[in-house]
């Protein structure tokens, strides 16, 4: 009688096709649909979709897992099983994480990947594990750049940063000179990458990550940044608001540029308008916006 071996072993995931817009709905809808990881192919993995989409391909235990999943996710992303054979698939999205400079001053690089900085330049060793954040999204890029454009109200300073995902934007904020980082996120996998990934830094002593909501927090702090979507940034003004210490610098992302219908560049300037806007970054289809206290 033979037997089956692990390289053997079929595992299931399934695929969709979505607007590059839709990529973070539609990874959170699978995570919550018992995905065990996703690997987004895009021009940032060189395996293109199509201009303006990218495939994820999502990762189940269990064929009937997978199949289920389908069933609730909308026709119009063509959601589909297929199969792969062996554990190499696991890591084959590793081969496509290489080094690369987050914005001036900071390089990211996974852990298996070795790499030279400048002078002036940090390394941030990240490994996004089952959270959001591997910094090549336009809007993690777009706050890290206004973090690095006013590094010299983040020497020495506290930062809150709100859905910290991977805790990418937390370590580029110690990067560019932060004291401490208070990083909170409603997701616990969230908040336990972003610990790991603190301590693969020797900064565990520096970031403060937990689950705590946002209405339950006290402190002020002198730099705010929150990464979320823009309905969700509206719904939390009140409370980041009034996180931003006096003379403060709140910096939201996750927000569609002008144009996009309906229009949440309209709704959030109405919802911070209590905040000067001092600058509005744009990059491809999203928008960050930097309001002074």
């Known amino acids: 009688m033979s037997s089956v071996s692990d390289s053997d072993t079929r595992y299931p995931y399934v695929l969709v096709d979505v607007a590059d817009i839709e990529a973070d709905e539609a990874s959170a809808r699978l995570f ?85 900085a400048g002078a002036a330049e940090r390394v941030v060793i990240l490994e996004p594990g089952r959270a959001f954040g591997t910094g090549l999204h336009e809007t993690t890029q777009l706050v890290a750049e206004a973090l690095a454009e006013r590094r010299g109200r983040l020497a020495a300073a506290e930062v809150l940063d709100v859905g910290c995902g991977s805790g990418i934007l937390a370590l580029a904020a110690l990067a560019l000179g932060a004291r401490t980082v208070r990083a909170i996120d409603v997701d616990p996998e969230a908040v336990a990458v972003t610990r790991e990934n603190a301590a693969r830094n020797e900064a565990a002593g520096q970031v403060i990550a937990d689950t705590t909501p946002i209405d339950a927090l006290a402190d002020r702090y002198a730099v705010v940044i929150a990464n979320i979507e823009a309905h969700t940034l509206c719904v939390m003004a009140p409370w980041l608001i009034a996180r931003v210490a006096a003379s403060g610098t709140l910096v939201l992302s996750g927000i569609l540029a ?5 229009e949440p560049w309209v709704d959030i300037q109405r919802a911070y308008a209590g905040l000067a806007l001092e600058e509005a970054k744009t990059r491809g289809e999203w928008l960050a916006a930097i309001f002074r206290a």
């Open 32 to 116: 919550e649909l018992g995905a065990t990881g996703i690997e987004q192919r895009d021009a940032a993995t060189l395996t293109s979709a199509g201009s303006g989409r990218v495939v994820l391909a999502a990762a189940f235990v269990r064929d009937e897992e997978a199949a289920a999943a389908c069933d609730e996710l909308p026709s119009a992303w063509s959601p589909h099983v297929e199969h792969v054979v062996g554990d190499g698939w696991r890591d084959e999205w590793k081969k496509h994480f290489e080094p690369f400079r987050l914005c001036e001053g900071v390089v990211v690089r996974p852990p298996w990947r070795a790499c030279e």
């Open 258 to 262: 002008p144009g996009s219908v309906p």
